[in-house]
Each structure stands twice: as structure tokens, then as C-alpha cells.
């Protein structure tokens, strides 16, 4: 690797899949860092692509009587088109079904193969078919799958190992004395955790009787290759691996920026595949955290997705990654709802950024007919300019600090402070006041100083908002506003006298907020009611509004997830389901009216929200030990369900 290389990857993405925030946020991040590391002059290579083998993709295709590969392309366009609209500029796009990919695998396999690294051995555990893993025993809750809390089945059959076990000493030693490995701490943390237990070899192969859309191993026709052991190698195989040496070398190591739910993968299998294959370790793998809405995380299998294509299409595409970018302290979890969009949209964008923009061009217009004025002499040695424009360079520097440290969204907040600090000059410095001075001197100098923090302050900016910030510096009469060039970011004066300044408008219109919604405290009268002027309490409701509990009324029942284990239908009961659920280490049988919604087999698996403290009755003669929430609305009804990432049994509030 140059020392002036930056290759950064986002982990390749499901294509069975249909891009949502999880999605956006991964994407418009290592966009973000790739631009801003090309602000800074490095050699930048930016990948993502898709994970396109594997059963859900096989039976998916096999629904639709089509071929997963006709599949796989139908529904890789959906990604393609998502990052062309988000503004996405990588350098290229890997899918695990190109040639260039899969002979890569096979070579690696081979090579592992021959070298005693990858074994053939009986396989006995358990089999879980949805999440395509199997477990051993001891890994079983409840005997069923961990990871799901579906059925599993006992699998006896022949498989092929990676030895990754031999490595466990190696790689917890490596972990150790490379903190920039593994970010942020906790993860590192984390995976050190994991590595406290025995460190297992990997099952890399699958029957083809069981599934045959993977990549085939090279030594042996009758198995297709583990989907992880196949899409972790793109991020080599993308880059010249064994194919071409001077792109390899000038590309690799990588910064993977991955989500947290997989960081196992990336963090322990994949440095050991490396390891085992003599290549270097990744540079830095980043596990950023999950956008939540309320306190559910959000993602496919929730039902709270914000889909990125209706916040672009609502807000357009440049505030909505301002927003991904500024909001989440990169590696933290951060909550999506569309007022905090909007706080941070009027906030930093209209009231300070766009409103400092609006007052520079209408001053100029107003007082200097519209041409940018020369600053006085030696304004940018010493005085107020020359301190302002001291803070924009802090901001330059500070945003580079923040990029190679993961901390993006402060240098960010960096740059809007520049922008709020330049606004608090204009008030001190008046330039209305000084219009009216003889010596036009201090005016200028004001004025210019203020385009020129807008300069620098859109060309730091320009990686997140390229289209907007693009507008701004053409509405400072910039040749190039596209073009932001490294040196510009470290020298003043770089605006040009005499140059038409004119705005196209306002650059970030102000939103009006929407009326809050649902935020009703629960002793308070919602504004629907006292709008329609019904009495503030009602006979009966101990002196509440009509409708409305107490806090203490809403404590007594206790909400508490559970997972469905079984489903079946009652005799003589055409709307009724007999569930058996598991609620922590509990065991309930509950009798729902769903059976018109749903089928048994669907219900398994699902965690779902039980009315825990509910006294037991009989329906039809079979006892219900709780009730399960759902929502109804005309002829649907869909249970309340949480992700999957919470054990049963937690407390619902
Ligand atoms: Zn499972």
C-alpha cells in the first residue's frame, strides 16, 4: 500500500434485499469519507456491491420460476439505482456471481485445500434453514435455533473445515496490539469477548442437495462454498487479487465499514481467511451503529423502515445525507424520525448556513451592486477577518482529524460552528453601519471575509452536499464550483474581486414543522380534543379526559416480548390459533384471533408483544395465559412485532 492510498469498502449487500436506511447510511458514509479523503489528496477506491448466493436468493428465484442468476440481475438494479440516486460515487461495483469473483474464491479454496488448511469431516449438530448455520447442542435455546428461535433440524452429513481455530491465539494477539484494527473500542472489546471461548473451525461448504447456488469447490463437485467464505473475499478479489499484483498492492489494506450485527464475521473469520491465505490485514474495521426509530432498531424485518427513496424524494437527496452525516455520532446508535430531520435541516441548514449565504449575496447586491469587493490590505494578516478566517482553517484541519479518526460527524459540527461564528461577525462588525462610513475599507473587508469562509466552509462541505454546495460556490462567482481543489482548504484570498455574486434562490428553504404527532403526554388532553372542545374530564374517568389513563393506569400492564415456538389451529375454530411462546425462560400457551391472518408455519420465529400480567381465561374450552398486541384496520390485521435482536422475555415500555 501507498502511503497516500484509501480503500474503503461497504460490506456487499444482500440482493435479495431492497435497500433501506441501513443500507443508505453504510453507503452515504463510505461515500462521504471517500470524498472528503480525496479532498484531502489521497488515492482513493471505493467498493460496494452485492452478495448474490445462497438459499434465499435459490428459493426466492425458485417462487418466481426463474433462475437465480436472471434473479439476482433483476434485483441488483434496485441497489444500482438506490446509490445513483443518493449521488453515490464508487469506483466500482462487485457481484459475488461475476467470473472475476468466483475464480478468485476457487483459487483461494483450492490453495487453502492443498496446503492442509481446509479438511473434509463428518458433520453431526443441528441445522438451522432460514439463517443457514448450524450449531452444536449447547448452542440451542430451548432447542431451537439461537439465532431465530425456529425449528432446527439434526443434520449428520459429510462437510469441509478451515481450520480457524489453529489461529485463535494468533488473532486475540493481533487484536491487541492494533487498536486501529477493530473500531470503535467496544467493538474491539466485543470481539475480544468472543474469542475468550474456543474458537471453532468453520464449516465453508453446503451439499448441493441442500443448496446449489454458491460458488462450487474446486476439489469437490458435490458442495457449493459457505456464502460468507464466498462474499468476504470480494473485497480482495475486486482489487486485483491474484490477478493483477500492481493494483493489489497499491489498493490493499482496505477500511471496511460494516453494521454491528456483523462483526464476527468480519472481525474473527474473515483476518483468520487472511491469515490462513498469507495476506495482509485489513487497515481498520469500522462497525458503525443502527438508526432507530423510537427504540426499535431499524431494519428489514421490523416494520418501521424509512424508506431513503421517500426522505430523498421529500427533502432532497444533499440534506438528507447532511443529515445521516451530522446526526449519528459515527459507531453510535442515532434515531431517524422526521422531526429530527427537521430540527437539524432549519438549524444548521436554513438558519445558519443558507441564511449566511442569503446575507452575504443581498449585502453585495445591495451595497457593492452585486460585484465581490477586495478586501482591505493586509485584512487577512491581522484583525477580525484574519481571525475569522484563522477558525475556518481549525475547521479544514479538524475535519481531516475527524475523518481519519471516525468521528465525522464532529468535524461536521466543526464546520457549522465556522458558519455560526461568521454569522456573529456580520452582527459585530454591522455592515449596514459601515455602508454608511467614508472609508469603504471596513465594509469590504467584512463582506469579502465572509465569502471566503463560505468558500472554505462549502468546499469541506462539498463531500457530504455535492449539488448544493456545488450552488453555493457558483453563487459566489466561482469558475470551478464543482472542482474543489486541496489548496484552497489552507489559504485565504482565493475569491476573485469584481466577480458577479448572485444567489438562485434560497439554497435551503426553511421547513415549517409539521404539527406534532402522537406525542401526547398521557396526562395531558391531546390537542385533537381540546380542539374540539370536549370537556377536560369526564364522570367516571377520575377526573381525566374522557379516554385518557393515568401513568400509573398505563404501568400496570406489563408488555413483554415473546417468541413464537409453536402454532396451531383449534378444532371448531376457524379464527382462532393455539400458540405456545417463550418468554424469557417461560413457556406460555395463548390462544389468539388470528387465524384468519395468519398461517401457523408463519408464525414461527416471531417475536412478538404479550400483554404478560393479563388474568388466564378459556377460549373454546383451551386456556390463554396472556394476549398478543396487533394492529387492525379494515380487513388487515398484523401482529406488533420487535426485531429479532432482542431476547424474549424484555420488558416492553
Ligand atoms: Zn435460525
Known amino acids: 500500500m501507498k502511503s497516500d492510498s484509501f480503500y474503503i469498502t461497504t460490506p456487499i449487500y444482500y440482493v435479495n434485499d431492497k435497500p433501506h436506511i441501513g443500507h443508505a447510511y453504510t453507503t452515504v458514509l463510505a461515500d462521504v469519507l471517500a470524498r472528503c479523503q480525496r479532498l484531502f489528496g489521497r488515492d482513493v477506491w471505493f467498493l460496494t456491491g452485492t452478495d448474490e448466493h445462497g438459499q434465499k436468493v435459490q428459493e426466492a428465484a425458485a417462487k418466481l420460476g426463474v433462475e437465480p442468476q436472471v434473479h439476482a440481475d433483476h434485483t441488483v438494479v434496485r441497489f444500482q439505482e438506490a446509490w445513483k440516486r443518493l449521488e453515490i460515487r464508487n469506483d466500482d461495483f462487485i457481484r459475488t456471481t461475476e467470473p472475476r469473483h468466483k475464480l478468485v474464491v476457487q483459487e483461494m479454496l483450492q490453495d487453502l485445500h492443498d496446503r492442509g488448511e481446509i479438511y473434509r469431516d463428518e458433520y453431526d449438530g443441528w441445522y438451522c434453514v432460514p439463517c443457514e448455520r448450524f450449531f452444536t447442542e449447547k448452542d440451542l435455546a430451548d432447542g431451537s435455533c439461537p439465532e431465530c428461535g425456529r425449528p432446527v433440524q439434526r443434520v449428520r452429513e459429510a462437510n469441509y473445515f478451515f481450520k480457524m481455530s489453529q489461529y485463535q491465539d494468533w488473532l486475540v494477539e493481533y487484536i491487541q496490539t492494533h487498536p486501529e484494527f477493530i473500531q470503535p473500542d467496544f467493538r474491539r472489546n466485543e470481539t475480544l469477548g468472543f474469542l475468550r471461548k474456543p474458537l471453532q473451525d468453520l464449516c465453508i461448504s453446503r451439499p448441493k442437495s441442500r443448496l446449489s447456488w454458491g460458488i462450487e469447490l474446486p476439489f469437490d463437485k458435490d458442495y457449493v462454498t459457505y456464502v460468507w467464505f464466498d462474499a468476504l473475499v470480494n473485497y480482495i478479489s475486486a482489487v486485483g487479487y491474484r490477478r493483477d499484483d500492481a493494483q493489489f498492492a497499491r489498493r490493499w489494506p482496505a477500511v471496511h465499514l460494516i453494521g454491528k450485527d456483523i462483526l464476527t464475521t468480519h472481525t474473527v473469520y474473515w483476518p ?139 468535524g461536521v459540527a466543526g464546520v457549522i460552528d465556522v458558519v455560526r461564528a461568521t454569522n456573529r461577525f456580520i452582527e459585530v462588525q454591522q455592515p449596514w453601519a459601515q455602508a454608511r462610513a467614508a472609508d469603504p475599507g471596513p465594509l469590504h473587508t467584512t463582506l469579502y471575509a465572509a465569502a471566503e469562509v463560505l468558500r472554505v466552509c462549502a ?139 395468519y398461517k401457523p408455519e408463519d408464525l414461527l420465529g416471531k417475536t412478538v408483544v404479550v400483554v404478560s400480567n393479563l388474568a388466564p381465561i378459556k377460549l373454546r374450552g383451551v386456556e390463554s395465559q396472556g394476549m398478543l398486541l396487533a394492529a387492525s384496520k379494515g380487513e388487515r390485521l398484523r401482529l406488533v412485532t420487535v426485531d429479532g435482536d432482542l431476547s424474549s422475555g424484555a420488558v416492553v415500555k
Open 459 to 597: 468546499g469541506l462541505l462539498m463531500p457530504l452536499m455535492p449539488g448544493k454546495m456545488t450552488e453555493l460556490r457558483a453563487a459566489l462567482g466561482m469558475e470551478n464550483p464543482m472542482t474543489v481543489n486541496p489548496e484552497e482548504l489552507s489559504k485565504s484570498e482565493v475569491l476573485k474581486p469584481g466577480v458577479q455574486v448572485a444567489a438562485p434562490g434560497a439554497l435551503f428553504p426553511r421547513i415549517e414543522a409539521p404539527a406534532p404527532a402522537a406525542e401526547t403526554k398521557p396526562d395531558a388532553p391531546s390537542a385533537e380534543e381540546s380542539r374540539a372542545g370536549k370537556p377536560a374530564s369526564a364522570p367516571g374517568t377520575l377526573g381525566n379526559p374522557e379516554g385518557i389513563i393515568t401513568y400509573e393506569d398505563f404501568a400496570k400492564v406489563q408488555l413483554r416480548t415473546a417468541k413464537i415456538m409453536t402454532a396451531e389451529p383449534i378444532e371448531n375454530a376457524v379464527k382462532l390459533l393455539k400458540l405456545t411462546v417463550l418468554m424469557g425462560d417461560e413457556r406460555r400457551q395463548i390462544v389468539a384471533g388470528i387465524a384468519l391472518y
Open 272 to 410: 483468520c481467511m487472511l491469515k490462513a491465505a498469507g495476506v495482509a490485514m485489513p487497515r481498520t474495521i469500522f462497525a458503525h451503529g443502527w438508526w432507530l426509530m423510537g427504540s426499535a432498531k431499524m431494519s428489514k424485518t421490523a416494520g418501521n423502515v424509512v424508506n431513503p427513496m421517500d426522505m430523498m424524494d421529500r427533502y432532497g437527496v444533499d440534506p438528507f445525507r447532511y443529515f445521516l452525516m451530522a446526526e449519528m455520532a459515527m459507531g453510535q446508535d442515532a434515531s431517524f424520525t422526521e422531526d429530527a430531520f427537521i430540527r437539524r435541516y432549519n438549524a444548521d441548514l436554513a438558519n445558519d448556513l443558507g441564511n449566511l449565504l442569503n446575507r452575504v449575496v443581498s449585502m453585495v447586491g445591495k451595497y457593492c451592486a452585486g460585484r465581490l469587493p477586495a478586501p482591505a490590505p493586509g485584512a487577512f494578516a491581522q484583525g477580525p477577518a484574519a481571525d475569522l478566517f484563522a477558525q475556518a482553517l481549525a475547521a479544514a484541519a479538524g475535519l481531516k482529524t475527524a475523518v481519519e479518526t471516525y468521528a465525522l460527524h464532529a
